[in-house]
């Protein structure tokens, strides 16, 4: 049996982060930091063992309720030999900038988040279109994103 050459594919995360610079590690919350520590964030926010990049993407209101919602991306930086692991999330923070909670999203690829009246609209590379309606003045608990069951999460 003749043996083929295998093909190996890195590719770094940083690239997928999207262009513009990321958050240094001393402010990779940027202004959120506060917000995200009392509002109960489960991820870490160790910012020497990760890379960010964190965008605003606007305001709705639903109801008589206004959010904010924010792109959030990141990678892991490897220790020596390590892997790089990162991956996408978006906050949601009330008017007052109190952090209510965010859906885990599970790139690549990443999606291409935008926010109007009472929705946030979410567009795949791979041409998925999907909305995440704020019925009733609140945040959806559990969406269907690319076939897959969302959580809303601290």
């Known amino acids: 049996m003749r043996k083929l050459p295998t093909l190996i594919v890195i590719a770094s995360l940083g690239s ?5 610079p990321c958050l240094a590690a001393s402010d990779c919350f940027g202004t959120l930091r506060d917000s995200l520590a009392k509002g109960g964030y489960s991820g870490s926010l160790d910012c020497t ?15 008589s309720n206004t959010y904010a919602i924010y792109d959030f991306r990141f990678e892991t930086i490897p220790i020596d030999g ?5 991956g996408q999330r978006i906050f949601v923070f009330s008017n007052d900038r109190t952090y209510l909670g965010q859906y885990p999203l599970s790139p690549p ?14 567009d795949a590379l ?12 609140v945040p959806p608990q559990r969406v269907l994103l690319d076939g897959e069951s969302i959580q809303f999460e601290r």
């Open 126 to 137: 791979s041409d998925s279109k999907e909305t995440l309606e704020f019925e009733g003045g």
């Open 82 to 86: 390590g892997v790089s692991h990162g």
């Open 49 to 63: 063992s990760i890379r960010t990049k964190l965008t605003d993407v606007g305001t709705l209101t639903a109801s």
């Open 16 to 20: 997928l982060l999207g262009s513009g």
């Open 109 to 122: 690829p990443f999606h291409t988040i935008s926010v109007t009246n009472h929705a946030v609209h979410l």
